[in-house]
């Protein structure tokens, strides 16, 4: 086949462009062509090829001879010194380095010889352009899965839970007092997302992905500071539909924008300085404690109505009912503030992992405050909506993320919800998956300590921390660890909720 031809078959079928075909092959009289699709990758030699430097190897074969067509990859000769070093991190569509099987495709033989190879060669070399394609809507479908499951059981519950509400809290309620804001809170911050999401990619603000742990290269390039178009539409929704009379409502409305504007000078820091450390950590703590010990200041002058009449009561189970903590109860107040949303900062690592999880801790805190404050209650149910609105861009594969933005802003409402009322217990319950993230790196800090100090070499308890970045390095694949999390999560949320029903 002449150069003209090949020119003209690369024009007819866009397939073989598409696969970087730059000459054409050698026909033969009966062949059986076969192409192997192969991620390569060799730790000795430290090369890497990523899916858009792929090499197709095809071979054209019959009884007489044996010739190889010269096929090149984007960047030079396939083999040889002439081959680049390519590193995986650059637009590779898997997370991690992930050897692929093998495909194997065998055309069909030509037996008229009249007839061009070109048919045949456009069949196979459609099949492998497609391979991701296929790939990318396996994803999806597994994204939209877990979401959808996420959102039955929640709604399914807060419908249940509005039925028999009065006669729990034997209060005259609304109509579907908690699934209104939720449903609400989630369309709107669904909606939110599709004008916000092409705005910050056009920005250029994506997200600096860490150099050690699991590779999550192609998350490279993702938008962040998400928490800046759902947190709005959960608090203003809450608003609306509770009204400004509230003044727990305004309070923890008030310490949520002071921990997301935390998060959102760290982002920005971030963005700047081109990595993905923006503030030091000892300065973001400093911060969230100063946070903590303001509203701390607030509880203790302003005038908060309760059931009880009386301030700095924590309502524990029976036996222990209400217990006074006195001063104690502002140091609580500040402990919450700073262990809430750094926990929820490090839960944040995987697609959908740390808006679902908070989603139901708000569901549970909604129901084990809403004796004490109706109002706090919508304004959980409110923001787990609009952790499900978030959840429509950040599944699996995640479109945005949220950044320490959204981040510490849901780990400071989570705090502001439980000192306004007195939950502390319901909220360590409902934070229980926070807790263990936060557990995982304390004992792997303190066992790589010990072990220098004492034998001269670090050992971890971890492969890596937080626990679920551990996980991943086990093998365990990223939907499989989100959706064991949710379900975590929802036992939890029931339970605390059922703690706070019967400590009031």
């Not at 790939?135 to 996420?150: A, Q, V, Y």
């Not at 107040?333 to 490090?346: K, Q, R």
Request: glycine letters at 10%; hydrophobic letters at 50%; proline letters at 4%.
């Amino acid at each position: 086949m002449s150069s003209a031809a090949a020119a003209a078959a690369g024009a007819t079928n866009p397939h073989l462009a598409r696969l970087g075909f730059r000459r054409t092959l050698r026909p033969s009289a009966a062949a059986a062509f076969r192409f192997r699709c192969l991620y390569f990758r060799s730790k000795s030699v430290g090369q890497r090829w990523n899916a858009r430097n792929l090499a197709f190897v095809v071979a054209a074969m019959d009884e007489s001879s044996v010739e190889f067509s010269a096929i090149e990859d984007r960047n030079g000769v396939l083999g040889g010194k002439s081959s680049p070093q390519l590193s995986s991190s650059e637009g590779e569509e898997s997370d991690g380095d992930i050897a692929y099987p093998s495909v194997d495709v065998d055309l069909q033989v030509n037996k008229d010889r009249s007839e061009a190879p070109g048919d045949s060669l456009t069949a196979a070399a459609h099949r492998l352009a497609n391979l991701r394609q296929g790939d990318k809507r396996k994803r999806f479908r597994t994204g939209m899965l877990i979401n959808f499951w996420l959102i039955t059981f929640i709604v399914i519950f807060l419908l249940w839970f509005d039925w028999f509400s009065w006669r729990i809290v034997r209060k005259p309620l609304k109509p579907f007092f908690l699934t209104k804001p939720f449903i609400v809170s989630a369309i709107l911050s669904a909606f939110a997302g599709l004008l916000y999401v092409p705005i910050v990619d056009n920005l250029k603000i994506h997200q600096i992905l860490r150099k050690e742990g699991p590779k999550h290269s192609s998350k490279r390039g993702t938008p962040t500071m998400g928490g800046l178009f759902f947190i709005p539409v959960g608090i203003v929704v809450a608003k609306a539909l509770a009204g400004d009379s509230s003044t727990q409502l305004s309070g923890a409305a008030i310490g949520t924008l002071a921990f997301g504007g935390i998060g959102l000078l760290d982002d920005l820091l971030s963005c700047i300085k081109g990595h993905n450390y923006g503030l030091s950590g000892w300065v973001k703590l400093g911060l969230q404690v100063a946070v903590g010990t303001w509203f701390s200041f607030w509880l203790d002058s302003a005038s908060i109505s309760s059931p009880y009449n009386m301030k700095y009561l924590a309502p524990l189970p029976p036996p222990l009912g209400l217990v006074y903590l006195g001063r104690l109860y502002l140091g609580l107040t500040t402990f919450c503030f700073a262990a809430t949303g750094n926990g929820v900062n490090l839960t944040d690592g995987l697609d959908g992992l740390a808006g679902g999880a908070a989603a139901l801790a708000f569901m549970g805190m909604s129901v084990a405050v809403l004796a004490i404050c109706p109002e706090l209650a919508v304004f959980g149910a409110s923001m787990a909506g609009a952790c499900i609105g978030f959840l429509f861009h950040n599944r699996y594969k995640a479109s945005v993320f949220m950044g320490d933005t959204g981040s510490l802003a849901l780990g400071g409402a989570l705090a502001a919800m439980a000192s306004c009322s007195g939950m502390f217990f319901p909220l360590f319950v409902a934070s229980g998956l926070f807790v263990l993230e936060v557990l995982s790196v304390i004992m792997q800090v303190l066992s790589v300590q010990a072990t220098k100090r004492l034998y001269g070499v670090s050992r971890r308890v971890f492969r890596m921390a937080p626990v679920h970045h551990h996980f991943e390095l086990c093998g365990f694949k990223e939907p499989v660890i989100v959706a064991t999390a949710y379900v975590i999560s929802y036992a939890l949320a029931l339970l605390a909720g059922y703690v706070g029903l019967i400590s009031v």
